[in-house]
């Protein structure tokens, strides 16, 4: 026996020295850069297919600069120097981490700029910007951002940051006080970010003079109340996701001699990224755009589970066991191993007894797991139930008239199952109060399901109320609230389901806006004011929404307008003409009195419609920054033309050739609309008023009949006469006749 395991411990020190030989031969072929090329520049890594200098890179896209300069450590650039796009780490898991700039706008303690404007921005060939891992990020207390730039179409994005002194910032809070964020769109491949003050700091210099904004990896940023006195740096870290550019794994592997992907490894195509990424296959290490080599499993026993001999095969491993001995050379399979001993067999049935016995208490323990962990659901959604004001809603729909449509209470199984899990396919839009998906319900019946963001506790009454409101509107013009889901951590809101999208999309996509007539731009406008001069003067309690633009109106398949997202809306209390509120809308729409006074009323929609008049008109955006800067604001555009007299050079070409009288009308209404000081705008109900007569003059009875004159003399006039002579003693057409010659006909330009 002493001379068997002798002859053991040799093999195993063969064994052992054979494999550290393997190891060393591994680790020499598992290269990361290409032969005779730099590794490093600096303290960043530089893997192929990147490279610095001519041939050690895949194409020119993974070219990178080292920059040496005698002062400073070697920093590498990508693609040159003067694109001056510094690289901080490089992953072959499709990630490049690099610097971008801060944009900048500062003033003195009089409000004056001190240094020129500084805006951000990057224009990159290849290789976009991450859109999961960066956010746009602005700074400051008296501040608005905007990020414009191009993904194959051109986009803009912005945020808000106001606070009124110090004390109102919280550290690590980016919520638009002091600080807020937004994100960005896939397949962004260049940006231009810039910063503008409301009143140039003069209200909040001493603790924050300068205004920031910037495109940052979100993980890398936390934010501070230090930061507003000024950024202590110029630039900050972002994500870029890299693959083989423009190339999916299918057309590539068709030339296998520009192939990217190498010797053992598979290629992955991606969504967010157009071009493909390589892998090393199952058993091979190293890098796959060079070729992967064989893992040794045997020189690591976590990576095999061999009793005694191991032995390394390409891409795998196989056990065995010494001559004398039996079994299959695994620890654990079947449970034999090698065992010299034939009389072990009772050990094993004892091992398997007890791992039956395992076995079962495992199976046991799991079953009064998933019960307890249902229990714990089943409180969890209670809990929320209670806390998003479940109990009170319920008191509210019993004391309701159940004859009514009132909001029906559903449960949130039934909402997972009509959404597919809420899956990202059935995702229809994205809005600042919530993401709506569409939904299927088990009678067929499709509905828009709406995952509002957290509701603050301390509203909830006030939530539940405007539920109640807003699901008892009965107008044909509103989307319809169906329900409620109160057993989420968020409320859902189930609303019915409008399928032809948006005005925005009709009157801004230039295959669309071609098919809108202005007949039919006219019955929008005035079915959605006839919405909001409901929802100010006949709802039973007066609403606000607050959020009035062409992304919130609907249109059905017979372009019915429906207006939509009531998630920013507010109830007025009856003894109440205004509300002190947070500062909430869309730039571009939103009301200048109550952006400055922060003081909510009815005529703060009237100035938003005003604002979707004037898109119906002209087919432009409310807020464009591709513009010249003094066409940027539509609603100032469209003022200065009027006062120009130049109405008829900035409406749509369609529209151009309608009836003058009309379009003026429907000018003159959103010129009132947006005024400037809200007493003087007209109240949504003498809009609406005001759109039904315009409407109504093309199907006036006196408008649009082309009588020649001669059939107007004889009808008017010898007609008249003849009536009168033929026999005066009848004081019944003498009558009739003297009436019409007194009757003084209205204007047919009224409408009426």
Known sequence: MGSEWNRLEIMRVLL?????????????SSQTVSPNCQETCGDVAVPYPFGIGDGCYLNEYFSIHCNVTAAS??????????????????SLDGELRIYTFIGTDCYNETGVQQEPLIEAYAVLPAFPFSNTKNKFTAIGCDTVAVITGSK???????????????????????????????????????????????KNHTDVWSFNPCSYAFLVEDKSFN????????????????????????????????????????????CFDFPDVPGYRCNCSSGYEGNPYLGCVDINECADPEKNPCDRICHNTEGSYTCSCPKSYGGDGKKGGDGSGCTANPKSSHLVIILVGLGVGIIVLLFSGGFLYLGLKKRKLIRLKEQYFKQNGGLLLQQQLHEHDRTTNAAKIFNAEELEVATNHYDDSRIVGRGGYG???????????????????????????????EVIVLSQINHRNVVKLLGCCLETE??????????NGTLFEHVHNPNKSSKMSWETRLRIASETAGVLSYLHSAASIPIIHRDVKSTNILLDANYTAKVSDFGASRLVPLDQAELSTMVQGTLGYLDPEYLHTSQLTEKSDVYSFGVVLVELLTGKKALSFDRPEEERSLAMYFLLALKEDRLFQIVEELIAHEDNEQVKRVADLAKRCL???????????????????????AKHPWV???????????LLGEMTESIVYADSSKTTNTGYTDSMKNHVMPPVNSGR
Request: aromatic fraction near 6%; include cysteine; charged fraction near 20%.
């Open 675 to 697: 005024k400037l000081k809200g007493e003087e705008r007209p109240t949504m109900k003498e809009v609406a008023s005001e759109l039904d007569g315009i409407r109504a003059m």
């Open 435 to 465: 993401t709506v998906y569409k939904g299927i319900l088990p009678n067929s019946t499709i509905v828009a399901i709406k995952k509002s963001k957290l509701v603050d506790e301390n509203q909830i009454e006030q939530f539940i109320n």
């Open 223 to 266: 934010f501070s109340r230090e930061d507003l006195s000024g950024m202590k740096n110029t630039v900050v870290p972002s994500v870029l996701d890299w693959a083989v550019w423009n190339e999916t794994c299918g057309e590539a592997a068709k030339d296998p001699a520009s192939f990217a992907c190498k010797a053992h490894s598979e």
């Open 73 to 90: 450590t070697p920093k590498p650039y990508l693609w040159n120097s003067t694109a001056n796009i510094e690289v901080l780490d490089i």
């Open 152 to 198: 194959g179409n051109g986009f803009s994005s912005g945020c808000l940051s106001v606070c009124t002194g110090i004390d109102d910032v919280t550290d690590g809070a980016c919520d638009g006080i002091g600080c807020c964020q937004t994100t960005i769109p896939e397949m962004l491949l260049n940006y231009n970010a810039s910063v503008v003050s409301l």
């Open 704 to 714: 649009n009949i082309d009588l020649n004159s001669e059939e107007t003399i004889y």
């Open 490 to 499: 968020v409320p859902l809101l189930v609303y019915e389901f409008v399928n």
């Open 16 to 28: 052992v020295v054979g494999q550290l030989l393997l190891i060393s031969s591994s680790l020499s």
